[in-house]
């Protein structure tokens, strides 16, 4: 890759009440709709807001006031899942959908807008303890305003050289300024679903 790429380990996992993850051991919380928010490192922060101001003339007024009052502490990522309680049929098969946000986000004085979102949406079926793609994945990353997208890869991966049980979707990507599209800055996404239909999810991008 032509950039590092800030790591940000997000994990939110979902599952009804009392279960056990089957990947990495992690004991699940009940939720079906989740959003979990963490701080961007200095860094990363700073390349946001450089290219946030690049696009000032284009800001509302009050996404201008935001960016000029901003520090490079004053940046977050917020993962969002939207997962789809199955139908009576669907259940009837295991199965279910998953869809994801990334949201990149600039915030002043409590009050913030979302610079770069990137989405993963996918469903899943299980048997009670192996998980197979059912749908998807679908991939898209936003930005905004000079800065292009193009997807590297989006689709499903299983770990351990194919022997887990359960099942990740990703997306790679990368976003460029229309000016110069040969400058490369990468991220990633990735969700992990495992058989009780729990997942963690976490993304990385475009360090500055």
Same mark, same amino acid.
């Given at each position: 890759?032509?950039?590092?790429?800030? *790591?940000?380990?997000?994990?939110?996992?979902?599952?009804?009440?009392?279960?056990?993850?089957?990947?990495? @051991?992690?004991?699940?919380?009940?939720?079906?709709?989740?959003?979990?928010?963490?701080?961007?490192?200095?860094?990363?922060?700073?390349?946001?807001?450089?290219?946030?101001?690049?696009?000032?003339?284009?800001?509302?007024?009050?996404?201008?006031?935001?960016?000029?009052?901003? $520090?490079?502490?004053?940046?977050?990522? &917020?993962?969002?899942?939207?997962?789809?309680?199955? $139908?009576?049929?669907?259940?009837?098969? @295991?199965?279910?959908?998953?869809?994801?946000?990334?949201?990149?986000? &600039?915030?002043?004085?409590?009050?913030?807008?979302?610079?770069?979102?990137?989405?993963?949406?996918?469903?899943?079926?299980?048997?009670?303890?192996?998980?197979?793609?059912?749908?998807?994945?679908?991939?898209? $990353?936003?930005?905004?305003?000079?800065?292009?997208?193009?997807?590297?890869?989006? @689709?499903?991966? *299983?770990?351990?050289?194919?022997?887990?049980?359960?099942?990740?979707?990703?997306?790679? !990507?990368? &976003?460029?300024?229309?000016?110069?599209?040969? &400058?490369?800055?990468?991220?990633?996404?990735?969700?992990?679903?495992?058989?009780? !239909?729990?997942?963690?999810?976490?993304?990385?991008?475009?360090?500055?």
């Amino acid at each position: 890759m032509k950039s590092l790429l800030l *790591r940000l380990a997000i994990s939110t996992m979902v599952a009804s009440a009392g279960w056990i993850a089957v990947g990495p @051991g992690q004991v699940l919380v009940a939720a079906a709709n989740t959003t979990q928010t963490k701080a961007l490192d200095a860094a990363s922060c700073g390349g946001l807001l450089a290219l946030a101001r690049a696009d000032r003339p284009r800001l509302t007024p009050g996404q201008r006031a935001i960016v000029d009052h901003a $520090t490079v502490n004053s940046c977050r990522l &917020i993962t969002t899942m939207n997962h789809a309680q199955p $139908t009576s049929q669907d259940a009837l098969a @295991g199965c279910s959908g998953f869809w994801v946000t990334f949201s990149y986000t &600039i915030y002043w004085n409590n009050i913030g807008f979302d610079y770069l979102k990137d989405r993963v949406n996918g469903g899943f079926c299980s048997d009670g303890y192996w998980v197979s793609r059912d749908w998807g994945p679908d991939c898209q $990353t936003t930005q905004f305003w000079l800065w292009g997208s193009a997807n590297d890869w989006c @689709g499903n991966y *299983r770990p351990n050289g194919g022997a887990a049980p359960y099942l990740q979707m990703g997306h790679n !990507f990368h &976003i460029f300024p229309y000016s110069a599209p040969w &400058i490369n800055k990468y991220g990633y996404s990735r969700v992990e679903v495992y058989s009780n !239909f729990g997942y963690s999810a976490w993304g990385a991008c475009c360090y500055f």
